[in-house]
């Protein structure tokens, strides 16, 4: 990228109106931070060794995992190194890495909720035609064109925000490297890119949104039309941990990114729950209420020990 920078670190002054409170935020996010990892690796290992969840929605799902595993691994490293009392400074090189995979793995995430949407809506609407229309390689496609698509996003966004110069000041008043703080340290005016930025940011998340409420209204209609009680019930069950997910994912977005008045202390809460929280929770939300999940995971579990054989 082209930038006439002088400015080769920046410090991260962290999340706003916190000073003191160190140690305790350290054990918190940390605490945060393993369960994620922990969770996340646990439904992957259970999604792989489990020949039965070998389908596409276990596909996306364990895709999921993986981004939910990187995700927060992009901020909260950092965070946790300054939290413990060392040094706050990131490179220029980092902080342009960390914007990058933020938006690389979010864009990607909201790609693939959208595309788990889909998988449901045929699943529901067309289980007849469900293993011809979600093939192996449609299903691969899928997964391939989320990624790709969430790049393009990020390198977009990343590029938008480090072609500005960046002379002085250096202090970001955040806890990673996100666009609206890094816009504000820039030595131009930033007013085109800023309503640029907030329609790139605001399009994406909207367009998958309506996407989603789309597949969803016709998987209503369709559960709706079954006479069944039980069928009606079973089929609720199997979308109701995706839409718990999706609410989850978007209410942080909207939040940041497309309010019109930014509050740095709300913005750095809301986000620490959509980096570290929303992760964490994700394998909760899919596995309590699926007994595939649970039954792959007891079986997965059960030979060290770790758990009763009773669920």
């Not at 792989?48 to 990187?70: A, E, G, N, Q, R």
């Not at 019109?260 to 994700?282: E, F, I, K, Y």
Request: aromatic share 14%; glycine share 4%.
């Amino acid at each position: 990228m082209n930038n006439i920078s002088v400015v080769t670190e920046f410090i991260l002054l962290g999340i706003p109106h916190t000073e003191g409170l160190e140690t305790m935020l350290f054990v918190l996010f940390l605490s945060f931070y393993v369960l994620t990892l922990m969770g996340n690796m646990l439904i992957l290992l259970a999604i792989v060794s489990s020949m039965k969840l070998h389908t596409p929605m276990y596909f996306f799902l364990c895709k999921l995992s993986i981004f939910d595993i990187f995700f927060p691994s992009v901020s909260s490293p950092k965070m946790l190194f300054y939290l413990s009392g060392s040094s706050r400074a990131i490179s220029y090189g980092g902080c342009v890495s960390q914007l990058f995979f933020y938006h690389f793995l979010g864009c990607t995430e909201c790609f693939l909720y959208t595309v788990m949407a889909y998988d449901r809506f045929v699943a529901i609407c067309h289980p007849l035609r469900y293993s011809i229309i979600m093939s192996h390689k449609v299903c691969a496609i899928l997964a391939t064109g989320t990624s790709f698509f969430g790049c393009i996003q990020a390198t977009f966004l990343t590029t938008l925000t480090f072609q500005l110069p960046y002379c002085g000041p250096n202090e970001v008043d955040y806890y990673f490297c996100d666009i609206p703080v890094m816009l504000k340290l820039a030595c131009a005016d930033t007013s085109a890119l800023e309503m640029v930025g907030f329609i790139s940011v605001g399009l994406m998340p909207l367009t998958c949104f309506l996407l989603i409420l789309t597949s969803y209204s016709f998987i209503v209609f369709s559960i709706l039309q079954i006479r069944s009680a039980e069928g009606r019930r079973k089929a609720f069950s199997t979308c109701s941990a995706h839409l718990t997910a999706i609410l989850l994912f978007y209410m942080p977005v909207v939040l940041i990114y497309l309010r019109p008045t930014p509050s740095p202390w709300l913005d750095a809460t809301v986000q620490v729950l959509n980096n570290l929280v929303t992760p964490m929770l994700n394998p909760l939300i899919y596995s309590l209420r699926n007994k595939e999940v649970k039954s792959s995971l007891w079986r997965f579990l059960h030979p060290p020990g770790f758990i009763p054989e009773q669920l």
